[in-house]
């Protein structure tokens, strides 16, 4: 059964960072696609952030996010870290991470755990 674990979430202030991490279980990295969501009650979910390490590590990133974050994948350990820099307020959000067998795009996630949350005050 495959399980993710999503943490790291918290409160800074802008321009500040933070590393959420997405534990897994269930299935390996070397076979499945890691992305990071995030979602604002009352708008639509938004892929941030993906990685597949089976298609030679592709990355996908948001226009949004180019250049502050960056993701990455710890193949021995199952996790997924996502490191947040120079954050910004409308980077507040729900963040989760979903798993799917390979593909590095923002599509076709089947596989969610729970939210992480994060908030930059200004």
């Known amino acids: 059964e495959v399980q993710l674990q999503a943490s790291g979430g918290g409160s800074v202030q802008a321009g500040g960072s933070l590393r959420l991490s997405c534990a897994g279980s269930?299935?390996?990295?070397?076979?499945?696609?890691i992305g990071w969501f995030r979602q604002v009650p009352g708008k639509e979910r938004e892929g941030v952030s993906c990685?597949?390490?089976?298609?030679?590590?592709?990355?996908y990133y948001a226009d949004s996010v180019k250049g502050r974050f960056s993701i990455s994948g710890d193949n021995f350990k199952n996790i997924v870290y996502l490191q947040m820099n120079s954050l910004k307020p409308e980077d507040t959000a729900v963040y989760y991470c979903?798993?799917?067998?390979?593909?590095?795009?923002?599509?076709?996630?089947?596989?969610w755990g729970p939210g992480t949350q994060v908030t930059v005050s200004s």
């Open positions: 990685i597949s390490v089976a298609d030679d590590s592709a990355t």
């Open positions: 979903a798993a799917k067998f390979r593909g590095s795009d923002r599509t076709g996630y089947n596989y």
């Open positions: 269930g299935f390996t990295l070397d076979d499945y696609a």
